[in-house]
């Protein structure tokens, strides 16, 4: 039987174009488990996989998508049966491997995360591959130390994906957030998830450019990279940390040694592609117990598959505010 899939297809050198189109489980790549997707999100990422000359995508035709949610259909591997409810983020789905537009697909089993109780598809998705990253970065800072009491945890780029899942989790653990956004509309929205204070992006982009500031923060979740890290790290507390996340600000880093040497600063790269499956089930698990779940709804943007190549391009001009979620069969 055939299905709905968002198709990416290159035209001549310099163009692509993406449509629906009716496709059979003989057109999908190989892989273990096949899963009937019930939801899945629009990242940075599937931006990128949707411009013509993309940095990510080898083949075409190709399906973007760099995460779902969804059931399990048929399966050769041993964990997973017909009708488990999975998730999947990272392992280049989406980019060398068809991913999540459409409303099937096939994947190896060490991919996907048994959807954790209590977690729906359709949550799992408002938290998706950016939660997923915010989670693990939330982790990194804990594990280097960081506790509630030691004051401000700043988070950049705060209305994205990332940052408003970093921001509800932090503040239903109990930290006192301190959220980063260049648009002051999304003030009140920022405060609903959880953020303490609002902190205006010129205040860090024109602070002192010192190698070293007064130290503000007990430590940042960062989305942004670029000159609003390197700023950062002159701010951060003696022996804090900063678990940097996405970049989308730029992957230079014109920063000094100063903030490393002096004040022990400790810079943690989250990656969210390539994760132990252990690790992977521990995230996930914890999203499931430490994110204020009944303030989802407030990040949701539902969209459809049609209207995914629209919001591929909003998205690549920082015009999206929370989680795109994508129902494939509306």
């Known amino acids: 039987m055939s299905f ?18 009716n496709i059979g489980e003989d057109q999908l790549p190989q892989g273990d488990v096949t899963v009937a997707i019930d939801y899945t999100t629009v990242n940075y990422k599937d931006g990128l996989c949707m411009q013509a000359n993309s940095p990510l995508v080898r083949d075409y035709p190709h399906v973007a998508g760099i995460d779902f949610a969804g059931t399990v259909e048929s399966s050769d591997d041993p964990r997973y049966f017909r009708g488990d409810k999975v998730v999947l983020t990272g392992w280049h789905v989406g980019e060398t491997h068809w991913g999540g537009y459409s409303q099937k697909a096939r994947v190896n089993g ?6 954790p109780a209590g977690l729906s598809p359709k949550q799992a998705m408002a938290v998706g591959t950016a939660g997923f990253a915010a989670a693990l970065a939330v982790m990194a800072l804990e594990d280097h130390g960081l506790k509630p009491d030691q004051g401000e945890v700043l988070v950049t780029g705060a209305a994205g994906g ?11 653990l109990g930290y006192d957030v301190a959220a980063v956004t260049g648009r002051p509309e999304t003030a009140d929205y920022l405060k609903s998830l959880g953020a303490n204070r609002i902190v205006a992006r010129d205040e860090i982009d024109t602070a002192i450019n010192k190698p070293l500031e007064r130290p503000v923060w007990a430590g940042c979740v960062d989305a942004v ?21 996405g970049l989308a600000g730029g992957a230079k880093l014109p920063a000094s040694v100063m903030p490393f040497l002096l004040r022990g600063i400790n810079l943690l790269g989250i990656d969210s592609v390539l994760q132990p499956f252990e690790k992977r089930v521990t995230a996930w698990q914890r999203i499931a117990t430490d994110l204020p779940l009944e303030k989802l709804d407030a990040m949701i943007r539902p969209a459809t598959l049609a209207e995914v190549p629209m919001l591929a391009s909003e998205i690549l001009k920082g015009q999206i505010k929370g989680r795109i979620v994508v129902d494939v069969n509306a």
Request: proline content about 2%; cysteine-free.
């Open 225 to 245: 990279g670029g000159e609003m890290l390197a700023r950062v790290l002159g701010q951060l507390k003696y022996g804090s940390s900063v678990a940097a996340v």
């Open 4 to 21: 709905r899939a968002l198709v990416v297809e290159k035209n001549g050198d310099a163009d692509v174009s993406a449509s629906l189109q």
């Open 162 to 172: 990332v940052g408003s899942i970093a921001t509800a989790m932090l503040g239903k």
């Open 110 to 115: 060490d991919w996907l995360v048994p959807l």
